[in-house]
């Protein structure tokens, strides 16, 4: 296990999200703020809180963005990389782990309390979630970001 897929590991344990844990690790890397990257990805875990793009890829989705994106409007080549990457991952991570859906993958919406109760209750948070969290880690590597 490489060293920031540990540390995305203990960063959901100690409590944050998928997506904060997988962001977080990459900040060093992109001279980002670790504390602004815990904020700014801290709505996305749960599926943006409604069980659809599972946290952990939006996470990556947004490291992506940080090496590949474009920052300047006319920037066609940046912008038509980023979404070639973001597209490759979305397609490994969906070989890997057979969907890129929160409710999906878990079997449960989180965004309905019962659902979500069952899931906790079944430790899919401590065991599935942290399994995404080390896949989308594992895959950004893969893919040089």
Same mark, same amino acid.
């Given at each position: 296990?490489?060293?920031?897929?540990?540390?995305? $590991? %203990? +960063?959901?344990? =100690? !409590?944050?999200?998928? @997506?904060?844990?997988?962001?977080?690790?990459? &900040?060093?890397?992109?001279?980002?703020?670790?504390? $602004? %990257? +815990?904020?700014? =990805? !801290?709505?996305?875990? @749960?599926?943006?809180?409604?069980?659809?793009? &599972?946290?952990?890829?939006?996470?990556?989705?947004?490291?992506?963005?940080?090496?590949? !994106?474009?920052?300047?409007?006319?920037?066609?080549?940046?912008?038509?990389?980023?979404?070639?990457?973001?597209?490759?991952?979305?397609?490994?991570?969906?070989?890997?782990?057979?969907?890129?859906?929160?409710?999906?993958?878990?079997?449960?919406?989180?965004?309905?309390?019962?659902?979500?109760?069952?899931?906790?209750?079944?430790?899919?948070?401590?065991?599935?979630?942290?399994?995404?969290?080390?896949?989308?880690?594992?895959?950004?590597?893969?893919?040089?970001?």
């Amino acid at each position: 296990m490489s060293s920031k897929t540990e540390k995305a $590991t %203990a +960063l959901f344990s =100690s !409590g944050f999200n998928c @997506a904060q844990s997988v962001l977080a690790v990459f &900040c060093e890397k992109y001279d980002l703020d670790e504390n $602004t %990257a +815990l904020k700014i =990805s !801290g709505g996305l875990g @749960a599926g943006v809180r409604c069980g659809d793009i &599972c946290g952990a890829v939006s996470g990556a989705v947004l490291v992506i963005g940080l090496k590949h !994106g474009h920052y300047i409007s006319e920037d066609g080549i940046s912008k038509s990389n980023c979404n070639s990457k973001t597209l490759e991952f979305i397609d490994l991570f969906k070989k890997k782990n057979g969907s890129a859906i929160c409710r999906e993958i878990l079997g449960y919406d989180l965004s309905v309390k019962t659902e979500y109760e069952q899931a906790q209750n079944q430790n899919l948070f401590k065991t599935t979630c942290v399994d995404m969290v080390k896949s989308a880690v594992e895959l950004l590597e893969d893919i040089d970001c």
